[in-house]
């Protein structure tokens, strides 16, 4: 018998470590596939697309915003795993009445470390949750060592358009424009993705670097030159959203990413 809280505080009590795993969160499925939970994942959504051939070996329940409950309750789950941000409070608690949902709820890179042990708790991965965190713990250090001279500057980071939306407070993509010395000129609104007027740019903080992350919008040659029309002399940068926007173990890859990225800017 384990007891043990997820991120939002819930308690969880299992007899035995749930065997039968349904992922709600690309890369929390990512993270179960590297803990050495492939056996087990029984399901993911239709944007789980690491490690590939998960898709063609694996059920698919819908995406994160749109599942198939009648599909997954005929699957049996042991335990579904879900976001806070990814997944919405109606779909976790109809899902709650099929089997426990853990829900994990992650801003920062500590709160990806707890979600990793929580894991290995969990699923009894403890050795390779260890050796995944100690990895980032390792590459977050270097990483921080990397950055130690370089200069804070300017950005707004864009993830949709018509309307314009961005990554704004609260928002494990703000915790790694901050990694990377980034001062988001959006960092001091209430919303988390706040809708944005681009006409107004250059008073909300004129940015050094506008992003226009590769998902979940497909950004353009287009978009880039009508939001460069309004600041001053911002670089627009196609960046790889899922090294923002990942976390658990995709974050290894991120650090690696980073550097490439500062490279390429400075």
Same mark, same amino acid.
């Given at each position: 018998m384990k007891q043990l809280q997820d991120q939002l505080g819930t308690f969880h009590t299992f007899e035995t470590s749930p065997k039968r795993i349904i992922s709600l969160v690309p890369s929390q499925t990512e993270l179960l596939y590297d803990l050495g939970l492939e056996e087990n994942i029984i399901a993911i959504t239709k944007f789980c697309v690491h490690p590939y051939h998960l898709k063609s070996t694996k059920e698919i329940i819908g995406g994160t915003k749109n599942v198939k409950f009648d599909k997954i309750k005929a699957l049996q789950p042991d335990i579904i795993i879900a976001n806070k941000e990814e997944n919405t409070l109606e779909i976790v608690e109809e899902l709650r009445k099929i089997c426990p949902v853990w829900v994990t709820d992650?801003?920062?890179?500590?709160?990806?470390?707890?979600?990793?042990? @929580?894991?290995?708790?969990?699923?009894?991965?403890?050795?390779?949750?260890?050796?995944?965190?100690?990895?980032?713990?390792?590459?977050?250090? @270097?990483?921080?060592?990397?950055?130690?001279?370089?200069?804070?500057?300017?950005?707004?980071?864009?993830?949709?358009?018509?309307?314009?939306?961005?990554?704004? #407070?609260?928002?494990?993509?703000?915790?790694?424009?901050?990694? #990377?010395?980034?001062?988001?000129?959006?960092?001091?609104?209430?919303?988390?993705?706040?809708?944005?007027?681009?006409?107004?740019?250059?008073?909300?903080?004129?940015? @050094?670097?506008?992003?226009?992350?590769?998902?979940?919008?497909?950004?353009? @040659?287009?978009?880039?030159?009508?939001?460069?029309?309004?600041t001053h002399h911002a670089k627009t940068v196609f960046v790889d959203g899922e090294m923002f926007s990942w976390y658990g173990s995709r974050i290894l890859k991120a650090f690696d990413y980073f550097k490439l990225l500062q490279s390429k800017i400075q």
């Open positions: 992650i801003v920062t890179i500590e709160d990806n470390l707890k979600m990793i042990h @929580d894991f290995g708790q969990l699923f009894n991965k403890r050795t390779e949750a260890q050796k995944i965190s100690d990895k980032i713990n390792f590459a977050y250090a @270097d990483f921080v060592s990397f950055m130690k001279d370089k200069p804070f500057q300017r950005a707004a980071y864009f993830i949709w358009a018509n309307p314009y939306m961005v990554a704004g #407070n609260n928002t494990f993509i703000n915790e790694m424009l901050k990694l #990377n010395k980034f001062e988001n000129i959006y960092e001091n609104r209430e919303e988390r993705y706040p809708e944005i007027i681009i006409q107004k740019m250059r008073i909300q903080g004129d940015p @050094d670097y506008v992003f226009l992350s590769s998902e979940p919008f497909p950004f353009n @040659d287009e978009h880039a030159f009508e939001l460069g029309r309004f």
